[in-house]
């Protein structure tokens, strides 16, 4: 179980690709979902203090909310536009940098084929991977999707989000930064303030 993020593997939460089918019990979600200890409620002593227009990452909440984004978000491999929208919506969780997810329309589809596993959020559910094919080259598990999101999280059905580590993501003109750690997939840039989740000793945050 997770916990992007999120992140899962991808997500905040801590989803990595791990090849089971996952089927949790409620049991086992309420477990998972309880046992974070910071939730966006306090900051803790050691988060910076954000300047003036930066979003602290300790503000996000836990469960985490869904934005939409405006913003022109493009993701691009080895010079080839992979997608681009105005239309993302991006998911804040508590100590983690946001992760966009894109609808369908806005993403190059016939460059993606099934990639491999799946894996658990306990807010989202179950993640379902894409690797990318450009050309000659092939990114495994550069991208995920929730085809049957948990309840609260209906927006992001078929939505698909890329890892900034496999993959060049620019919001507006910035080029994105990878979260840390290598099961995140957050997207970093000045506007946030941190410290992260997947820095070293951050497993519970």
């Known amino acids: ?12 939460s801590g989803i990595s690709p791990n090849g089971s089918g996952i089927s ?26 954000p300047a003036a227009g930066q979003e602290s990452v300790w503000d996000y909440p836990r469960p985490p909310r869904i934005e939409r984004d ?34 369908p329309d806005d993403v190059r589809l016939e460059l993606l084929v099934a990639g491999h596993g799946t894996s658990l959020c306990e807010w989202k559910g179950v993640a379902e991977y894409w690797s990318l094919r450009v050309e000659a080259q092939l990114i495994e598990n550069a991208a995920w999707c929730y085809r049957e ?4 999280f209906e927006p992001i059905r078929d939505h698909i989000a890329f890892y900034p ?17 290598a099961f995140y997939a957050g997207w970093v840039t000045r506007e946030l303030s941190g410290p992260f989740k997947g820095e070293p000793g951050s497993e519970d945050w």
Do not use: K
């Open 70 to 103: 405006r913003r022109c978000l493009r993701i691009e491999f080895a010079g080839v536009l992979v997608a681009e929208s105005t239309r993302s919506l991006r998911i804040l969780e508590t100590a983690s940098p946001p992760t966009f997810y894109l609808p």
């Open 149 to 152: 999101p948990y309840v609260g």
């Open 165 to 181: 580590a496999q993959v060049e993501c620019r919001l507006n003109d910035e080029r994105v930064r990878p979260q840390p750690g």
């Open 24 to 49: 949790p019990d409620a049991e086992a979600l309420a477990r998972a979902r309880a046992r974070w200890r910071h939730r966006g409620d306090v900051r803790p002593p050691f988060a910076h203090e």
């Open 1 to 12: 179980m997770s916990s992007d993020g999120e992140a899962g593997g991808p997500d905040a």
